[in-house]
C-alpha cells in the first residue's frame, strides 16, 4: 500500500474520496467542498441514508463528473475526535475500499496531534487480511492511499508504516496455525526483525545450562523443543532502558491438566505476547528511538506428551526459586518465571511483560481490555499512559499482596495456581516473585490478543494488541 501526500481535492482524483463527518452532521475539511460541488445533493442523499455521523458509521454516495472521483464515501466520526477515532475511521474507510484502487482523503486534516500517522496507521490496518491458506482470496485492488493538501508528511507517513508493519507482524504470527510455528521458527523470525537488533537463541541444551526451569518444565511434554529468545536494541544515544517479556506458547493443550476441546481452539494465540514483542522491537529499531531494549520470549508449546511435567512436580526457575506446579494448565507464568528472572538481572529502567496469561483476566475485563497490575505506581502510570496514546484500552487491577497466601506450597517456595477467585491477580503475583523489585509492569491480554470479529482497524483473528503501546510507551521514555 502506498501513501502520498497530494495536492486539492480537485486536483486529485481516484475511484473514491473518504470524508469525514461529526456528529450534527458538522462538515469535516473537505465536506464543505464536496458539498459545494454536488449542489444540494448531499443532504438529501445522507438523510434518505439516515447516515447521522455516528462513530463507525459510512456512507458512499456515486458521484458523475462534478467530483473527479467515482464516489464520496462519508465517516462519520461521533462528536470527539481524538487520534483513535482518526484510525477507526480511516480502518473503516480501507476495510470497506478493497475495490477501490485509489483513495484520497481528507480524515489526516482534522486539528489532533499526530494526524497523518494515526491516519496512516488505521488505514494500514483496516487494509490487513491473512490470506495465505486461502486457495482463492478475495481480491484487494486498493493500493493507493492520498493524503489531500497534506504538505510535509513524509516522516509522519513513515512512522505510521513502521508501526503498522510491527501490528502487522504481530498478527500474522498469532493467526499462523500452530503446526507451522515450531519453538525454532518464531526464533528463526526473531534473528531476522531488523539489522539493528542483535539476537542470541538459547536451545533446549543452552536452557539447561542456564537453568531456565520453567521453560523446561512446560517444553517437558511437547515433540517439539523450545528456545528462549534474547534481543538486544542498543543504539548509542540511548537514554533510558525497557525490557519486554512475552508469553511464547505457540500451543496451549493445558498439559497433562489437559484443556476441553473447545477452549483449546483458540490456543494457538498463546504466543501473542512474543508476538507483540517482535512487533514493537523491530518497530523501535526501525524508529531508531534513543531507547536500550532487551525483549526476552519464552517460546515452546504445552503438550501433553509422554515426558510432561506432572501435576506435584517441582521444578527451579533461573532465580533459584521452586515452584511446585498442580495445574500444568498455568503454564504462561511458569516460563515468565524464568525471562522475567532474566531480564531483572540486566537492571533495566523499566520492565514491562505482555501474555495471555489467565481467563480470569478475560472474565474480568472482556474482550477487549488488557489487565495491568505491576508492582510501581509511576511505572503503572506510565504504560497506562502510553497505552490511551496508543488507542489499546487496558484497566488496573490491584496486585493484592494480602493473596500471596493464596500461592503458598506445602513443599516448595510457591505452587502455579490460586485458589478459584482472583486468578488474574494470583498470576500476576507469581510473577512479582521474579523481578527482583525492580519495576515492572504485566499486562495480561488474554481478551484482547484475539478479535471474534472484524471492526474499523481490526479484522477477526490476531490483534496484535500491545504493538502500539510498547511503541509509544518506548516513546516516552525517549522525549
Ligand atoms: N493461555 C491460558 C489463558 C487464556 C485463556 C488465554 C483464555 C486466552 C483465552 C492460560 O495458560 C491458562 O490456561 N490459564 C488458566 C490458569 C488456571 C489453570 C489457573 C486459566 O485461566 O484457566
Ligand atoms: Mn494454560
Ligand atoms: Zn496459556
Known amino acids: 500500500m502506498e501513501i502520498v501526500a497530494g495536492a486539492g481535492i480537485g486536483e486529485e482524483g481516484g475511484d473514491r474520496l473518504v470524508v469525514p463527518v461529526l456528529s450534527g452532521l458538522t462538515w469535516g475539511p473537505g465536506a464543505a467542498e464536496v458539498r459545494d460541488a454536488l449542489d444540494g445533493r448531499v443532504e438529501t442523499f445522507l438523510e434518505a441514508v439516515d447516515f447521522e455521523a455516528k462513530r463507525g458509521q459510512v456512507a458512499v454516495l456515486p458521484v458523475d463528473d462534478q467530483l473527479p472521483y467515482g464516489d464520496v464515501m462519508f465517516v462519520g466520526l461521533g462528536d470527539e475526535v481524538d487520534a483513535e477515532a482518526l484510525r477507526r475511521a480511516a480502518g473503516t474507510a480501507a476495510a470497506r475500499s478493497?475495490?477501490?484502487?485509489?483513495?484520497?482523503?481528507?480524515?489526516?486534516?482534522?486539528?489532533?496531534?499526530?494526524?497523518?500517522?494515526?491516519?496512516?496507521?488505521?488505514?494500514?490496518?483496516?487494509a490487513y487480511s491473512f490470506d495465505r491458506y486461502r486457495s482463492d482470496p478475495t481480491p484487494r485492488r486498493n493500493d493507493r492511499l492520498v493524503l489531500i493538501d497534506a504538505g510535509e508528511v513524509e516522516d509522519e507517513i513513515a512512522s505510521g508504516r513502521t508501526i503498522a508493519d510491527g501490528v502487522a507482524l504481530a498478527r500474522d504470527l498469532v493467526n499462523e496455525p500452530a503446526v507451522a510455528k515450531p519453538p525454532e521458527a518464531l526464533a528463526e523470525i526473531a534473528r531476522g526483525l531488523s539489522e539493528s537488533v542483535r539476537v542470541d537463541v538459547y536451545d533446549e541444551a543452552a536452557c539447561a545450562e542456564m537453568g531456565f526451569g520453567g521453560l523446561l518444565a512446560v517444553a517437558a511434554g511437547s515433540a517439539r523443543p523450545p528456545r528462549m529468545v534474547v534481543m538486544r536494541y542498543e543504539p548509542d544515544d540511548a537514554t533510558a532502558s525497557l525490557a519486554l517479556v512475552g508469553k511464547g506458547i505457540v500451543f496451549d493443550s493445558g498439559g497433562l491438566s489437559l484443556k476441553p476441546a473447545k477452549s483449546m481452539e483458540e490456543m494457538k494465540t498463546d504466543m501473542a505476547g512474543a508476538a507483540a514483542v517482535f512487533g514493537a522491537t523491530k518497530a523501535i529499531a526501525s524508529l531508531g528511538l534513543p531507547v536500550k531494549v532487551v525483549a526476552v520470549t519464552p517460546i515452546t508449546e504445552n503438550m501433553p506428551g509422554g515426558g510432561a511435567t506432572r501435576p506435584g512436580d517441582v521444578l527451579t526457575a533461573y532465580n533459584g526459586k521452586t515452584i511446585e506446579v498442580l495445574n500444568t494448565d498455568a503454564e504462561g507464568r511458569l516460563v515468565l518465571a524464568d525471562a522475567l528472572a532474566y531480564v531483572a538481572e540486566t537492571e533495566p529502567d523499566l520492565i514491562v511483560d505482555l501474555a495471555t496469561l489467565t481467563g480470569a483476566c478475560k472474565v474480568a475485563l472482556g474482550p477487549k481490555i488488557a489487565g495491568v497490575l505491576g508492582n510501581d505506581d509511576d511505572a503503572i502510570g506510565r504504560v497506562v499512559g502510553a497505552a490511551r496514546a496508543a488507542g489499546e484500552s487496558v484497566w488496573q487491577l490491584p496486585l493484592e499482596r494480602e493473596y500471596r497466601k493464596m500461592i503458598d506450597s506445602s513443599i516448595a517456595d510457591m505452587k502455579n495456581t490460586g485458589e478459584r477467585w482472583g486468578g488474574a491477580i494470583t498470576a500476576a503475583l507469581l510473577l512479582d516473585e521474579f523481578v527482583d523489585d525492580r519495576p515492572w509492569v504485566h499486562l495480561d491480554i488474554a481478551g484482547p490478543a484475539r478479535a471474534s470479529s472484524d471492526e474499523h482497524y481490526i479484522a477477526k483473528g490476531g490483534t496484535g494488541f500491545g504493538v502500539r503501546t510498547l511503541v509509544e510507551l518506548a516513546r516516552s521514555l525517549a522525549p
Open 98 to 126: 478493497a475495490r477501490s484502487r485509489t483513495v484520497a482523503t481528507t480524515l489526516h486534516r482534522l486539528d489532533i496531534d499526530g494526524a497523518v500517522e494515526a491516519v496512516a496507521v488505521g488505514y494500514l490496518l483496516g
